[in-house]
């Protein structure tokens, strides 16, 4: 079997079968040339969606070894740009090998349970990201493991593609004789920072270890699905479109408490003595209102085939994007939802009941400071001229509609330095932080010699809430900003 990707109107292999590879296919190669090769393989058109999706699983299913794992984004050759789509996996079993009974054990482990779903893989262990990706590709060996006495010298006989040098990088090289990695070893570093650039020193120094290589663990983003079984098989439409709007009710609670948007949905019908009818839908931005979605499900939903009955209903948002939450306020009121007049007589009841002096409005104020991004006048002072004065152009900037006059301090515990903490106590509560967005770094200069650097979160914490937390670097401290309400 031959996969192939078509490039500059041209078709070459970008996977292909074991057999195709003993016939002399290899990747990057001539769609044309290949057939000729291997008569008998079929050609598949590339799709890199499914793939992804499949290494997505992959990864999941590689949790049970260790709870940090990563979709390798490097591309499968030096000359990988015909098909640049993930094709590993990598692991960080630090901490956790002696569980398995040491790293050689967990490699035979992994090469089983790979070769039980009918995968041939090449495995490697080493002391960096680099360095086991090198060996798992370049290696003579289809399971190696070295520590970091033995780098260089692993390291060294490998071609100076398994650096992962960019291509063009590579026939440089190529031309002045350097093919191994050895070759770089008796060369100075300054001749190559002007020959090569700092691409080719920081490759190095991460597959050696001298420079750190940070790993983003692959996370499973939970898929927001509600379902409402029947007593038993309906064929009343009334039925089926009640307890689908309220199942449209449920998922639009849910996706605005995790600030999500629905891009995409499916809704399922499940009948007893047919396949599940199961209708897709999509969205031009993403949508959280019960009362817009359920606007396009209706019609969706009486069109569809009930069979002899339907036993349950389920909508699932297959999948989501952020939404930014809008405030209402009343600085925000448009024209389009309210007349100039209706603006005037509500404004007129308020002074008349409260006092110009008693009501204030919040207007922008020019600063990336986020406690001096705004400041107070009496609303009497802009509502005299027009009501038109009420509607300032606030920043485009996700902040929360609750930000604290002074920030609270807060105990977070971070994997990794300037990461977001994974829980968080806060107000005599001790919580899981399940999501999060940043960091947003912002300087404030307080004199002209000193200056305090923050790195503001977005977080989720167990119990719904989400919250803006900074870490301030030059003090070390944790501090809660502000909340969504």
């Not at 500059?8 to 079968?17: D, E, G, I, P």
């Not at 990747?27 to 090769?37: G, K, Q, T």
């Not at 039980?116 to 262990?125: D, K």
């Not at 990088?169 to 070893?185: D, E, P, S």
Request: contains cysteine; aromatic residues 6%.
């Amino acid at each position: 079997m031959i996969i192939s990707v078509e490039v500059n109107q041209r078709q070459h292999v970008a996977r292909c079968c074991p057999l195709a590879m003993a016939a002399g296919v290899s990747p990057a190669m001539d769609i044309s040339e290949a057939v000729a090769l291997c008569p008998q393989a079929e050609v598949h058109p590339w799709q890199p969606d499914i793939y992804r999706q499949n290494m997505e699983k992959l990864a999941q299913w590689a949790g049970r070894f260790s709870p940090r794992v990563m979709i390798d984004p490097t591309p499968h050759e030096v000359d990988a740009g015909f098909c640049t789509s993930p094709h590993g996996l990598l692991i960080d079993a630090s901490g956790t090998e002696h569980l398995h009974g040491g790293c050689r054990v967990l490699l035979c482990r992994i090469r089983q349970a790979l070769n039980e779903l009918g995968f041939s893989a090449r495995l490697s262990a080493a002391p960096t990201i680099g360095s086991a990706w090198a060996l798992a590709h370049y290696g003579a060996e289809p399971a190696a493991l070295i520590d970091s006495a033995q780098l260089p010298q692993a390291l060294a006989p490998l071609p100076i593609a398994a650096l992962r040098l960019a291509h063009d990088i590579c026939l440089n090289l190529y031309a002045v004789g350097i093919i191994q990695i050895k070759h770089l070893f008796n060369i100075q570093r300054n001749s190559l920072l002007e020959r090569f650039g700092p691409h080719l020193l920081r490759c190095m120094d991460q597959s050696l270890g001298q420079v750190h290589e940070d790993m983003e663990p692959f996370t499973v983003r939970p898929v927001l699905s509600v379902t409402q079984p029947f007593d038993g098989p309906t064929t009343r439409l009334e039925v089926i479109l009640a307890a689908m709007e309220q199942l449209v009710h449920q998922l639009a609670e849910q996706l605005m408490q995790r600030h999500q948007g629905a891009d995409e949905l499916d809704m399922v019908l499940t009948r007893p003595h047919h396949e599940s009818n199961i209708k897709k839908m999509s969205f031009g931005r993403p949508i959280q209102n019960p009362h817009r979605m359920w606007t396009v499900l209706r019609p969706c939903l009486e069109r569809m085939h009930l069979g002899s009955g339907v036993e349950a209903v389920a909508l699932i948002a297959v999948r989501t994007s952020p939404v930014t939450p809008q405030q209402t306020h009343i600085s925000r009121i448009h024209a389009s939802s309210a007349e100039p007049d209706d603006m005037r007589e509500l404004l007129d009841r308020l002074i008349n009941q409260w006092g110009g002096r008693r009501l204030w409005l919040s207007a922008p104020e020019a600063s990336h400071i986020p406690e001096c991004t705004c400041r107070k006048e009496p609303i009497l002072t802009s509502a005299q001229c027009d009501s038109t004065s009420l509607r300032v152009p606030w920043p485009p900037l996700d902040r929360p509609s609750i930000v604290f006059d002074k920030p609270e301090p807060a105990q977070c515990v971070a994997l990794q330095p300037d990461h977001p903490p994974h829980r968080l106590r806060w107000r005599h509560g001790n919580y899981a932080v399940i999501s999060h967005t940043g960091p947003e770094r912002i300087v404030t200069h307080r004199t002209l010699i000193s200056q305090h650097t923050r790195d503001y979160f977005k977080l989720q914490l167990e119990d719904g809430r989400w919250l803006w937390v900074y870490h301030a670097l030059e003090e070390d401290r944790w501090l809660v900003h502000g909340l969504w309400g």
